[in-house]
C-alpha cells in the first residue's frame, strides 16, 4: 500500500479544520491531567483524607500505566481499527474522569485516574498519531503534527493556570467532571475522520505484551523514583538493594526485559507469527533519529516545566495563578513555530529546523541562567521562555511527520506506541534529572555556605550537615523562617541561614538548567541524521536514509 494514502474505499477528510480540531483536542486532554494536579496535591490529599505522598503515587501510578501500555495500544489500535481505538479510548478515558470527580478517597481516585484514565490515554495517544496520516497527505503533515504537538505542551503550561484557578475559586473535581464535557464533544466530531479499515488479521503478541509493559514500567518507575532514593547512591531513609540505589536496578532489569522483548519479537518475525512491534522498523535510521530527538525535546521540555515553576513558585513566593500567567509566553513562542514554520516554509529542511529548534533551547536556557540572581523579579524568565517555546514549536513542527513518514501508513500506529512511549521516557528523565542535580547543588551550597558562615553557629552547621545529608529541601524563605523560629534558632543565626539558603536555590537552579543547557547542546550532535528534505505525496520512505 502506499504510503502516503488511506487505505481503498475510506473516505479522506485531508486538511479538514474539524478533523484537526478533534485530534489536537484529545492530546489537550491527555497533557492536561498531570499539570492540573501538580498545583492541586495538598488540596486533594487533604480532601480525600489520605497524606501528599499518597496522591504523588497516584501521579506516578497514572505515568506508569500509560508509558507500559503505550506499544500495546498501538497494536490495538491496529486490530480494532485507529477510529474505533480513538473511540474507545475516549469513553474509557470519560469514565474515569467521572469516577475521580466523585472519588470519596484514595483507592477510587486510583481506580479513575490511575487505572481508567491511563488505559484510556494508552489506546487515544497512539491512535492520534495514525489518524493524522490517515486524514492527511504528507504535505500537510508537519503542520498538523504540529498543532497536536502545539496542544499537548500547551496543556502542560496551561495545567498550573487551570488548576489554581478550579482549586481556589471552586473545585479540583471540576476540573476532571470538564473533562468528561471534552470527552463527549470529542465523541461528538469523530464521525469526520476518515479511518484506516482494522486489520482482521492481526492478532496481539500477549507475551510481548508481558514484555514490553514489564520493560517500559520498570525503566520509567525507577526514573520517577529518582528524586526519593538517589539515582546511584540511595539517599538517607532510603531502601538500598546490593548498596546501590534501587534505580539502578529497576532501570537494569527494565533494560533487560526490553532486551528480552526484542528477541521475543524478532523470534516471531523469524517463524512469521504476529508481532508487537516490527524489529526491522528500528532499523531505519530515519525513525532512530526523530524518536531520539523525541526523547531529548520532552526531556528538555520537562526540565524547564520542572524548574521554572519550582523557581517562580517557591523562590518568588507567586500563586499558582501567576505561576501559570509566567509561563504563558512558552506556549505563545511554541504555538507560533509549531504551526508557523509549516505553513511559511513547508519545504523547509526538518534537520535544518529541529538544529534550530535545539539551539534556541540552548539560548533561551543559557539567557535564564545568566538572568537568575538574588532580587530579580518575575520578569526574568519571559523573554528565556519566550525563545524556549520558540525552540519547542519548531522541534514539535517537523518531529512527528518525520516518524511517520519514516515508515508506511499501515506502521503509524506502531510508530505512534513507540514515540509516546519515548516521550514520556524522556518526560520522566527530564524531570528526574533536573531535580537530581538541582538539590544535589542545592545542598552541596547550602552546608558550604553555612559551614563557612561566621554568624552561624559551628553546632548549628554540624547539626545541619547531620540531619540534611539526605538532601536540603527547596524552600521560601518563609517556610524556613518559620521553622528555624520553631527550632528556637536565634534571630542573627536565622538571618544567615535564610541568605545561605537564598543563594543555594539560585546555585542549584542554575546547575539544573546548565545541565539542560548541555544537553540541549547534545541534542543538535544527534540531530544529523534527520532528513534534510520535507517528504512528498509521491515519495515512498527509504529505510537507509
Not at 508509558?67 to 474507545?88: C, D, E, N, P, Y
Not at 475559586?169 to 479511518?195: C, K, N, P, Q
Request: neutral net charge.
Amino acid at each position: 500500500m502506499s504510503s502516503d494514502a488511506p487505505a481503498s474505499g475510506v473516505r479522506t477528510a485531508t486538511g479538514s479544520r474539524t478533523v484537526l480540531i478533534t485530534l489536537a483536542s484529545g492530546q489537550f486532554l491527555m497533557a492536561l491531567d498531570s499539570s492540573v494536579m501538580n498545583v492541586s496535591i495538598a488540596t486533594v490529599a487533604a480532601d480525600l483524607g489520605t497524606t501528599v505522598t499518597g496522591i504523588q503515587s497516584a501521579i506516578t501510578l497514572y505515568t506508569l500505566v500509560m508509558a507500559s501500555l503505550m506499544i500495546t495500544g498501538g497494536k490495538l489500535g491496529q486490530i480494532l481499527g485507529r477510529k474505533r481505538a480513538f473511540g474507545i479510548g475516549c469513553i474509557i478515558y470519560g469514565a474515569g474522569s467521572l469516577t475521580t470527580s466523585l472519588s470519596p478517597n484514595l483507592t477510587v481516585l486510583m481506580i479513575g485516574w490511575s487505572g481508567l484514565e491511563g488505559i484510556g490515554a494508552a489506546l487515544i495517544m497512539p491512535a492520534i498519531v495514525a489518524l493524522v496520516a490517515s486524514n492527511f497527505d504528507k504535505s500537510q503533515r508537519p503542520r498538523a503534527y504540529g498543532a497536536v504537538a502545539a496542544a499537548a505542551a500547551i496543556a502542560v503550561a496551561l495545567g498550573p493556570l487551570i488548576g489554581g484557578l478550579f482549586t481556589t475559586y471552586l473545585s479540583w473535581r471540576w476540573v476532571f467532571a470538564g473533562e468528561v464535557l471534552i470527552v463527549l464533544g470529542i465523541l461528538a466530531m469523530t464521525r469526520r475522520i476518515a479511518d484506516v479499515p482494522a486489520d482482521r488479521s492481526a492478532k496481539l503478541d500477549l507475551v510481548g505484551t508481558a514484555l514490553s509493559a514489564a520493560g517500559l514500567g520498570l525503566i520509567v518507575f525507577g526514573v520517577l523514583r529518582a528524586g526519593s532514593w538517589g539515582f546511584v547512591n540511595p539517599k538517607q531513609g532510603a531502601p538500598s538493594w546490593l548498596g546501590l540505589s534501587p534505580v539502578v536496578w529497576l532501570i537494569l532489569g527494565g533494560g533487560a526485559v526490553l532486551v528480552g522483548f526484542m528477541a521475543w519479537e524478532r523470534r516471531r518475525t523469524n517463524r512469521g507469527e504476529a508481532v508487537l512491534v516490527d524489529p526491522a522498523m528500528f532499523g531505519n535510521q530515519r525513525l532512530r533519529a526523530g524518536l531520539t530527538s523525541f526523547l531529548f525535546q520532552y526531556l528538555l521540555q520537562a526540565g524547564l516545566f520542572f524548574v521554572v515553576p519550582l523557581f517562580l513558585s517557591v523562590a518568588l513566593g507567586l500563586s499558582a495563578i501567576d505561576t501559570g500567567l509566567r509561563l504563558l509566553p512558552l506556549s505563545l513562542g511554541l504555538l507560533a513555530t509549531a504551526i508557523g514554520v509549516p505553513r511559511l516554509r513547508p519545504q523547509a529542511s526538518p534537520r535544518r529546523v529541529v538544529r534550530v529548534g535545539f539551539a534556541m533551547l540552548f539560548l533561551g536556557i543559557v539567557l535564564l541562567i545568566a538572568g537568575l540572581d538574588i532580587g530579580v523579579g518575575a520578569d526574568v524568565v519571559t523573554v528565556p521562555l519566550l525563545l524556549a517555546g520558540l525552540g519547542i514549536g519548531a522541534l514539535a513542527s517537523q518531529l512527528g511527520a518525520v516518524t511517520v513518514s519514516s515508515v508506511p501508513d499501515e506502521e503509524s500506529g506502531e510508530v505512534g506506541g513507540l514515540q509516546n512511549s519515548i516521550t514520556f521516557l524522556g518526560s520522566s528523565i527530564g524531570t528526574a534529572l533536573a531535580g537530581a542535580i538541582l538539590i544535589s547543588a542545592l545542598t552541596t551550597s547550602f552546608l558550604t555556605g553555612i559551614k563557612n558562615n561566621p554568624d552561624v553557629p559551628a553546632s548549628v552547621s554540624s547539626q545541619a550537615e547531620v540531619k540534611l545529608a539526605g538532601g536540603v529541601p527547596f524552600v521560601s524563605n518563609d517556610q524556613l523562617s518559620q521553622a528555624l523560629s520553631d527550632a528556637k534558632v536565634d534571630q542573627t543565626t536565622a538571618d544567615a541561614v535564610i541568605d545561605e539558603n537564598e543563594q543555594a536555590r539560585l546555585d542549584g537552579l542554575r546547575a539544573s538548567l546548565a545541565a539542560l543547557a548541555l544537553i540541549s547542546l547534545l541534542s543538535l550532535f544527534l540531530s544529523a541524521h534527520l532528513p534534510t528534505r520535507q517528504p512528498t505525496a509521491d515519495a515512498q520512505p527509504d529505510p537507509k536514509t
